[in-house]
């Protein structure tokens, strides 16, 4: 087991909103006292609803926004503060791939020049070695030298996102955050991609933060995995385990709210209730007004996340038994 | 028995690029139809021709019948009765289907003042029992309320209640759930099968999604490039696929239990509409081609039970899939 790459510690984010213009601003929990730690070379999976604090995990987790309380460590060190030169070396390690490829590239450049935009940027190589790293990075994405003269527009989405995926690895970054990158893609595009990813990450030693609403896709890429719920975490542990016994209710209601071909929906869980609204968090466990087995202690007190397992973990009170050591980090 | 709804040979050409080439398909009273397949594979332009939703500048051609009778390029009244009525129709973005400034009971009494000869209290009473069959709680007051003050997943609830204010006999939904979340997703496709069943109602499913036909339908149709390649009841097809293209849309599914696999990924890209190949649209996807895949293109061909594939290779992609586990 190698030592965690990158450590969040209870991060918190918490935005404001205004009803129309002149209404009442109100506070929104995005995330709650969240923690997580990925291994070097290894992937975890963030799964949730919209609303669940996933991406605004990603976001914090890249510095791209400060968190309010809590602290993301990257390699043993905290993160710099944006715009100072030790951060701008930190962020070269780490690079996202978010879900529209479109909208990532630039429609009036060839693409091979948006994957070189990043070396140029750094200020890594000379002229020469940059064009010979664009094709090895166009060649590392299965696509040819023919593709990189071409303009977004000319590519499949597929393709495009194998682009962005190509300028993400341009400065062989470490850690890659990657936010719903295949779940604009058609199935078997989707698969093309979701390989890709695996081989890179074995070949690369990548480390990943695999956000996606897609458990599929999610546990076919990761080694561990996040559930969210209204921005706390309700249950981590290995991506085979996790859901093929998920402990926590609503771990539960997901994995059996997601079709398969071939079973019919025999014992379905169906939740009753209106999805979460961030803005108005339910007390307690926020997901106690859509558990089947709540209990009055569900409303009053929120359940900390606790192991019940080597490798996993559980926030809720009628999974962690009295022997489970809380792991809370409050 | 015969089909409520028969199309044949339905073929759609826009601004000269054929992109629906000779589609035949049938639902017969109460039915579950699925049709899967991927963006641009024509599942929603069959239906979209089919009740006359295409621009003018679509050229349609073929057949399409309602009850025995010709509905295609019928005349406007008579298609004023059959969308709304005998067909109704639910889309991905509810919320862009309902108009924001009006409140809900406005606009499903509109619904209901069109199909229905209903007025005045009546009018009300039904809106209101629409309502509640697609459980929106409180259906009473909330009937007052607009568009905005509801969830997505209820705004989907309104489109459905929308859909059944004509009683129709067919609902086509057209990626009901695609824009929902997971949970969510459920409840929608909990309420569409009970309606269903309380109705007695035919339904097609359009969807990407191959769990969400899977679990829905009683038979499922594959589309690949404007053609159905193969069509068979749903539980025959997701354990027994017959159509390479099928086979490879099931292998690229990551799976959810039992040990992690590499997925299938399909080689390639789905062909432009405008630069299709000669013969089969999946010859240059597909690893089992032969020089004859090029030449024509397969016609949908009756094989085993209720079963019909669109492939001249289907006995040899049978004979490779054998040994290699369906799911």
Redesign the interface.
Known sequence: MSAPLVEVAAISRTYTMRSGMFGRSSAVHALDGVSLSIRKGETLGLVGESGSGKSTTGRIVLGLEPPDAGEVRFGGKSMAAPGTPEWRVQRARMQMIFQDPLGALDRRLPVADQIREPLDVHGLGTGAEREARVQELLRSVELNPQHGRRYPGALSGGQRQRIVLARALATKPDFLVCDEPVSALDVSIQAQVVNLLADLQAELALTMLFISHDLRVVRQISNVVAVMYLGRIVETGCADDLFARPEHPYTQALVSASPAPGRRSAGRIVLSGDPPNPAARPSGCAFHPRCPRAISRCATELPALSSIASDRQVACHLVSGSQAQSQDAA | MSPLVSIEALSVVFNGVPVLHGVDLSVRKGEAVGLVG??GSGKSVTWLAALGLLPRHARVSGSVRLDGREILGAPAATLDQVRGGRVAMIFQDPASALNPVLTIRRQLCEALALHRDLSGDALKAEARRLLDLVGIPDAARRLSAYPHEF????VQRIMIAMALAGNPDLLIADEPTTAL???????I??LLSSVRRELGMAMVLIS?????V???CDRVAVMYAGRIVEQAPA?AL??DPWHPYAQ??????????GP?R??????G??PDPSKMPAGCGFAPRCALAVEQCGISAPSLAPLGDARTVACVRAEASRRALLGIA??
Do not use: K
Request: glycine share 10%; charged share 20%; proline share 6%.
């Open positions: 991927e963006s969830s997505g997943g209820q979340d997971a949970t969510i997703q459920a409840q496709l909990e990407h999604d191959l769990g969400v899977a679990e829905n539980v997701f354990d490879g849309l099931i292998g690229a599914l990551p799976p959810l239990d992690r590499r997925l299938a990924a399909i080689p890209t789905v369906a799911e």
